[in-house]
T-cell receptor
Framework: GEQVEQRPPHLSVREGDSAIIICTYT??????FSWYKQEAGAGLQLLMS?????DRKEEQGLTVLLNKKDKRLSLNLTAAHPGDSAVYFC??????????FGDGTQLVVKP | GPKVLQIPSHQIIDMGQMVTLNCDPV?????FYWYKQILGQQMEFLVN????????KSKLFKDQFSVERPDGSYFTLKIQPTALEDSAVYFC?????????????FGHGTKLSVL
């Protein structure tokens, strides 16, 4: 089945710096890709989703890149601020409509 | 926006007891899901449910687990009997049509502590 690897597991950046999180997946038939944010004690907040025919999507300081050849999905927070501190998960949905999550990245943004 | 509500947010029970986790999905959604997240680990798929039936389940969905949504009320996950390894956060999700390119709406999770 699908395997998703996410790195890094922990990331610490200064306010205003970029933070980049990367996921790789194995199933080339994967059709739908998402990034979620999970704050302490809260549920999953969908940040952005892209279909497999999209290479790049930008919204509100977030950039998602999809490299289908390398089966790599990335999330770039271009100017992080302390409110971005949370755990971030990538999620890929395969043709059977099952979602596979990465292990999560604990992001800490220091003032 | 549409919200999925999970009740309770935290449940503590003794090993061997039965527990029911409740999920109030988005009102017009037809597909329902449970995911399990052990502390510090990734979320893993348990089961999806449509039209009164389990469509797909993972190996984590043990025989002690069952799901139902009687008469359009809560979508429930029942564990009977519970085991220590069932301690985790359980996330419910729903979607309208179950398409591959359709987002899921997640609840905030129910933290289950089995003592």
């Amino acid at each position: 089945g699908e395997q998703v690897e996410q790195r890094p597991p922990h990331l610490s950046v200064r306010e205003g710096d970029s933070a980049i999180i990367i996921c790789t997946y194995t199933d080339s038939a994967t059709a739908y890709f998402s990034w979620y944010k999970q704050e302490a004690g809260a549920g999953l907040q969908l940040l952005m989703s892209v279909l497999s025919n999209v290479d790049r999507k930008e919204e509100q300081g977030l950039t998602v890149l999809l490299n289908k050849k390398d089966k790599r999905l990335s999330l770039n927070l271009t100017a992080a601020h302390p409110g971005d501190s949370a755990v971030y998960f990538c999620a890929v949905k395969n043709s059977n409509n099952r979602i596979f999550f990465g292990d999560g990245t604990q992001l800490v943004v220091k003032p | 926006g549409p919200k999925v509500l999970q009740i309770p947010s935290h449940q503590i029970i003794d090993m061997g007891q039965m527990v029911t986790l409740n999920c109030d999905p988005v009102s017009n959604h037809l597909y329902f899901y449970w995911y399990k997240q052990i502390l510090g680990q990734q979320m893993e798929f348990l089961v999806n449910f449509y039209n009164g039936k389990v469509m797909e389940k993972s190996k984590l969905f043990k025989d002690q687990f069952s799901v139902e949504r009687p008469d359009g009320s809560y979508f429930t996950l029942k564990i009977q009997p519970t085991a220590l390894e069932d301690s985790a956060v359980y996330f419910c999700a729903s979607s309208l049509e179950g398409h591959t390119n359709e987002r899921l709406f997640f609840g905030h999770g129910t933290k289950l502590s089995v003592l």
